[in-house]
């Protein structure tokens, strides 16, 4: 097993939000048959599904794709040199995962992942970075600042403006403040020198899978909150040690089919059915569901809701009202994840096993695989070899082209981060070419529906879920969209009079200026 198990036990939950109704009974009651039918296999269509499980509702829960997972799937590839368990791509479970911890720990998978205590960035320009939080804030920050090889003191002095916007952070105002601008002109307008914003700021939006240029300041200022200054151990990372579909998705559905769920692959879900103002089940089947989850990604999202078909005018109202709420959700660019089996070894330090590269476009991280997860180590040890996933964001111009065209293409810049593989053969190549992530743009953020945005638009029986929807606490990406499904869930609970599951949540406003020691 690589390194050691470690899910935080978060001694003090920042924010919890308890049920509406705590009165209410724990879970269905014996024979009552209620069906709910959830849309999309991702860890948000997973989320809710648990829960309503859990509390005795006979859940169906379809999947267009082959696997379970969505963006954290895992498939298995036959290549030259074996047959691999290949991730969507790398991903790390950050310190405010409150309730993506919480379902790790009721499926007992805590074991399968370990700490990444540093983040470590290359650059071009500068010298590389290791971060890591020491004490309590804002201690942790000035000592980030005094153990940059690049930064000091005086750059941070100048920066105070951005810093100011960042430390008062107003979840509740958030994006009405900061959407309407884009990150790098709220950085000009902040005066941010270019050597904070290269090291600082810009690195944060890289891994965002979006055009760095277009992407709104509001996001960017939740996600300086959620995974730097939010708590002092905010930017503290979990990996997995074995692939995504062993570690969680497997067990998650296995705990799902030994509740009773009705898990299906390969099941696109075209439209949904509206009679009486209510989602009565999908376009094209016969059976009838008491309710409905929609948890797709936005692309499936807007084809669900153009096959959807309304039988009454009274649905028809509805509907229209619902299309309109969410028109406006966009897709991210496409990108790219390029897996590569080579016969060069990389050894290095712990904190390197995932480089953050903000200035080596189109590479923007590196994962070695073989310094995270077993099987790759195990291939790496066997063959003197190492397992490499290059993550090459916003990147439509590498459309269509072929996993070895995609690498030689980037192959001067990858041996430039990793000289280790100067010369390397590729003996396998995997690409993963998707376009599937939740914008970030300038007026993403005030066009979300929340979780409830189709109950509020007439359809009471139907909830969102997914990283694309709203929270009134901070959140975002695989957290944001586990806890959607729990809020998803709770409106279904809440209707059948069912109690809700309670939330943790990361605190609404930034840590100010003064000493915060939980
Ligand atoms: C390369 C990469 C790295 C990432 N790294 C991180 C990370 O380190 N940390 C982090 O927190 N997040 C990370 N993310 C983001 C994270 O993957 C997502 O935020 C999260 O998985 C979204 O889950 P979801 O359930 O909302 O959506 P998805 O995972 O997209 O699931 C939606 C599902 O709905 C299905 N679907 C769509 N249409 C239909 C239909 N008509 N019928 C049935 N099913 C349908 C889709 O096939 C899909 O499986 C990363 C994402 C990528 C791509």
Redesign the pocket.
């Known amino acids: 097993m690589i390194g050691r198990r470690m899910i935080p036990e978060h001694p003090s939950v920042p924010d919890t939000i308890g049920p509406r109704n705590p009165c209410d009974a724990a879970r269905l009651p014996c024979g009552a048959a209620r069906r709910v039918l959830v849309?999309?296999?991702?860890?948000?269509?997973l989320s809710a599904a648990l829960e309503l499980a859990e509390r005795g509702y006979r859940v169906t829960l379809?999947?267009?794709?082959a696997v379970l997972?969505?963006?954290?799937?895992t498939r298995d590839e036959r290549l030259r040199t074996g047959t691999f368990r290949v991730e969507?791509?790398?991903?790390?479970?950050?310190w405010q995962?409150y309730n993506f911890f919480d379902i790790i720990r009721r499926l007992g998978r805590e074991r399968c992942f370990r700490p990444l205590e540093e983040v470590y960035y290359e650059f071009k320009a500068y010298r590389p970075e290791v971060v890591r939080s020491v004490g309590p804030y804002p201690f942790n920050v000035i000592n980030v600042v005094r153990e940059s090889p690049n930064l000091s003191l005086l750059d941070v002095a100048g920066a105070r403006g951005a810093l100011g916007d960042m430390i008062r952070y107003d979840h509740d105002l958030n994006h009405r403040r900061f959407d309407d601008e884009t990150f790098e002109a709220w950085g000009r307008r902040a005066r941010v020198s270019r050597r904070f914003w290269d090291i600082v700021m810009a690195p944060v939006a890289s891994v965002t899978?979006n055009d760095p240029a277009r992407v709104s300041a509001a996001e960017m200022l939740l996600y300086m909150h959620l995974f730097f200054l939010g708590h002092p151990r905010a930017f503290r990372r979990l990996v997995a040690t074995v692939d995504h579909g062993t570690a969680l998705i497997d067990p998650w559905v296995a705990r799902l089919c030994s509740l009773g769920a009705t898990v299906e692959v390969s099941?696109?879900?075209?439209g949904l059915l509206l009679e009486a103002g209510r989602a009565v089940g999908e376009v094209g089947s016969p059976a009838r569901h008491d309710a409905v989850v929609l948890?797709?990604?936005v692309?499936?999202l807007h084809?669900?809701l153009a096959g959807t078909v309304a039988c009454d005018a009274a649905s028809a109202a509805a509907l229209a009202a619902l299309r309109a709420r969410l028109r406006r959700l966009a897709v991210a660019p496409p990108?790219h994840?390029l897996r590569g089996w080579f016969d060069r070894p990389i050894r290095r330090r712990p904190v390197e096993a995932v480089i953050e590269t903000p200035q080596h476009r189109p590479i923007n991280l590196i994962a070695i695989f073989s310094m995270l997860e077993e099987q790759s180590a195990a291939w790496a040890r066997e063959r003197g070899g190492s397992v490499v996933e290059l993550?090459l964001y916003n990147t439509p111009e590498l459309g269509g082209l072929a996993a070895d065209v995609v690498h030689e293409s980037i192959r001067g810049q990858v041996e430039q981060i990793l000289p280790e593989l100067r010369g390397a053969r590729a003996l396998d190549l995997s690409l993963g070419a998707?376009q599937?992530?939740?914008s970030l743009e300038v007026g993403q953020g005030k066009s979300r529906p929340t979780s409830d945005a189709a109950i509020l638009a007439g359809i009471p029986n139907l909830a969102l879920?997914?990283?694309?929807v709203h929270t009134r606490y901070p959140s975002?990406?695989?957290?944001?969209?586990v806890s959607t499904g729990r809020e998803a869930a709770n409106h279904i609970l809440f209707a059948d009079r069912v109690r809700e599951v309670p939330l943790s949540a990361a605190r609404k406003r930034g840590p100010g200026v003064l000493p915060r020691f939980g």
């Open positions: 849309v999309g296999g991702g860890v948000a269509g379809k999947e267009a794709a997972g969505g963006r954290l799937h969507h791509g790398l991903h790390m479970w950050f995962y899978l099941a696109p879900v075209a948890a797709s990604d692309g499936g084809r669900i990108y994840v993550h998707f599937n992530f939740t879920a997914g990283d694309w975002a990406l695989m957290e944001r969209a």
